[in-house]
């Protein structure tokens, strides 16, 4: 069962902004284990400026539940990149996606903020819940699958053994570089409907993001043995088939599957950052 508070109080000294949205704040359960700290430095922050109800959702029906009764009220996340990930997949489910801007106050380490991090929300929290207050909404793109999943960060195929530090843009370097080997899978790669790689040749890595302010996916193709060359494209819609595959999406390993489609959506969904 969710743990849901009633909410914040609120200093009498410090009245939200003149119209400023009540927030709903959705604390992920990892966050204070992974800092206490911080979270208790969020809420005091965003409750000395807005009309905050917090809420500790422990399962995707819990926050399915809570956010379509949410009413004004707009969501702000206290966690991960993942708990990121799971709001925003909630909200697309439920067509709310393009209702309005999302907060968010990163907690965590190392790669589960990476995302948060290049985004451009600061990892501090004071920053970050005043960021939350005070902002400027920014559109933003994803990838969606076929099988409705949202991706915010990037796919890889295979997925990584080991944890990687640094940020998405050393990340990828790292692809590009694709200095860790993995087993080969054979795969067919099509982008746009053109194909990047003959059916069933053996592919070292298989890499795709949608870069800030870009419409357009980057997709990164490594085939394997001699002569396997980095192949890079943009493309709008990616599709990878094989007899079986599993990949990672935003971090988090998914399939086998036998064919998986992503489509770039530009502008689908709005952040509050630091004006």
Same mark, same amino acid.
């Given at each position: 069962?969710?743990?849901?508070?009633?909410?914040?109080?609120?200093?009498?000294?410090?009245?939200?902004?003149?119209?400023?949205?009540?927030?709903?704040?959705?604390?992920?359960?990892?966050?204070?284990?992974?800092?206490?700290?911080?979270?208790?430095?969020?809420?005091? !922050?965003? #409750?000395?400026?807005?009309?905050?109800?917090?809420?500790?959702?422990?399962?995707?029906?819990?926050?399915?539940?809570?956010?379509?009764?949410?009413?004004?009220?707009?969501?702000?996340?206290?966690?991960?990149?993942?708990?990121?990930?799971? !709001?925003? +997949?909630?909200?697309?489910? +439920?067509?709310?996606?393009?209702?309005?801007?999302?907060?968010? !106050?990163?907690?965590?380490?190392?790669?589960?903020?990476?995302?948060?991090?290049?985004?451009?929300?600061?990892?501090?929290? !004071?920053?970050?819940?005043?960021?939350?207050?005070?902002?400027?909404?920014?559109?933003?793109?994803?990838?969606?699958?076929?099988?409705?999943?949202?991706?915010?960060?990037?796919?890889?195929?295979?997925?990584?053994?080991?944890?990687?530090?640094?940020?998405?843009?050393?990340?990828?370097?790292?692809?590009? #570089?694709?200095? +860790?080997?993995?087993?080969?899978?054979?795969?067919?790669?099509?982008?746009?409907?053109?194909?990047?790689?003959?059916?069933?040749?053996?592919?070292?890595?298989?890499?795709?993001?949608?870069?800030?302010?870009?419409?357009?996916?980057?997709?990164?193709?490594?085939?394997?043995?001699?002569?396997?060359?980095?192949?890079?494209?943009?493309?709008?819609?990616?599709?990878? #088939?094989?007899?079986?595959?599993?990949?990672?999406?935003?971090?988090?390993?998914?399939?086998?599957?036998?064919?998986?489609?992503?489509?770039?959506?530009?502008?689908?969904?709005?952040?509050?950052?630091?004006?």
């Amino acid at each position: 069962m969710s743990s849901l508070s009633t909410p914040a109080p609120r200093p009498s000294d410090a009245a939200g902004p003149p119209g400023g949205a009540p927030l709903l704040v959705l604390l992920d359960p990892a966050a204070k284990e992974a800092d206490g700290e911080a979270v208790r430095i969020a809420r005091d !922050v965003l #409750a000395g400026g807005a009309d905050v109800k917090v809420v500790v959702p422990e399962s995707a029906g819990e926050l399915d539940r809570v956010l379509a009764h949410r009413g004004r009220r707009r969501p702000v996340v206290v966690g991960s990149d993942l708990a990121l990930q799971r !709001v925003v +997949q909630a909200l697309h489910q +439920q067509r709310e996606l393009g209702a309005g801007p999302l907060g968010l !106050v990163p907690v965590g380490h190392g790669r589960a903020v990476l995302l948060a991090r290049s985004l451009g929300v600061p990892l501090e929290p !004071v920053a970050a819940a005043r960021a939350v207050l005070a902002g400027v909404p920014r559109q933003l793109g994803l990838l969606l699958d076929d099988g409705d999943g949202v991706v915010l960060g990037e796919v890889r195929i295979p997925g990584r053994r080991q944890s990687h530090s640094g940020g998405w843009r050393s990340l990828w370097a790292k692809l590009i #570089a694709a200095e +860790q080997v993995d087993q080969s899978a054979r795969l067919r790669v099509e982008a746009d409907g053109r194909a990047l790689t003959a059916a069933g040749r053996p592919l070292r890595l298989v890499a795709l993001r949608l870069p800030v302010e870009s419409a357009m996916a980057e997709v990164l193709v490594r085939p394997s043995g001699p002569g396997g060359a980095l192949l890079r494209v943009r493309a709008s819609s990616v599709t990878v #088939a094989g007899r079986t595959f599993g990949y990672e999406a935003d971090g988090c390993p998914t399939g086998p599957v036998l064919t998986r489609t992503w489509t770039a959506k530009p502008d689908a969904w709005g952040l509050l950052l630091p004006a």
